[in-house]
């Protein structure tokens, strides 16, 4: 674990998203399979799973919603475009079949759009990944969800994706002056905006 300004970075076990902690606030969950894991991290940070308030999902799929239900206290918010797919049972857009696994958590208290703020955050609309998938920033720090990663990768596309959205979205960051990169899986790093431009020319050059 590694606190960055006001948020500690928690890394994801297996297929588990990373997680990330604003105050009160739980940005993704992971498949909650490992709940052990991540009720041992705030274990050690002094957390209490009933005092964590809200619950940001970056998009709707199962690596970074499945842990929902171990916050039963916590608001559930995700983007307006993503909601439906966590709401219905068995929604293909959850990718919940690949881990054999449905999810235990449907409600959504906030249906969450482009420039509404979560905490001192900006929530910035970057679909590609799902149609609302979403990155968060404050100007510092962009918590990135799926939409791109800090080995200069991107989301995948066959899971709700759409290859404009995704370009118009790994555009739209790398204008961002951003330092700190804190994606939804693999490592997080201080060199953010080099990595967001890394992986759009990649993009542009697999696509």
């Not at 500690?8 to 739980?26: H, V």
């Not at 959850?94 to 906030?110: E, G, N, P």
């Not at 370009?167 to 953010?192: A, C, F, I, M, Q």
Request: charged share 25%; with cysteine; hydrophobic share 35%.
């Amino acid at each position: 674990m590694e606190k960055i300004n006001d948020v500690i970075c928690i890394e994801g076990l297996g297929m588990d998203s990373n997680s990330y902690i604003i105050n009160n606030i739980l940005v993704d969950t992971g498949t909650g399979i490992n709940q052990d894991y991540l009720y041992s991290k705030l274990d050690n940070l002094k957390i209490e799973k009933n005092n964590i308030k809200m619950i940001v999902n970056t998009h709707s799929h199962y690596d970074h919603t499945g842990g929902n239900y171990l916050f039963p206290n916590a608001k559930v918010a995700i983007h307006e475009l993503d909601a439906p797919a966590i709401e219905h049972e068995n929604d293909p857009l959850t990718a919940s079949a690949i881990f054999h696994h449905d999810l235990k958590r449907h409600d959504v208290d906030l249906k969450i759009k482009n420039g509404d703020k979560i905490g001192n955050f900006k929530v910035i609309h970057t679909p590609g990944h799902t149609p609302g998938g979403i990155s968060l920033w404050d100007g510092e720090i962009l918590i990135s969800g799926d939409t791109v990663f800090a080995d200069g990768g991107f989301g995948r596309l066959d899971i709700g994706g759409n290859r404009d959205d995704m370009e118009n979205s790994l555009n739209k960051l790398r204008k961002l002056d951003v330092n700190y990169l804190l994606p939804g899986h693999g490592s997080w790093t201080d060199d953010g905006k080099e990595h967001i431009e890394s992986s759009y020319k990649l993009f542009i050059d697999h696509f």
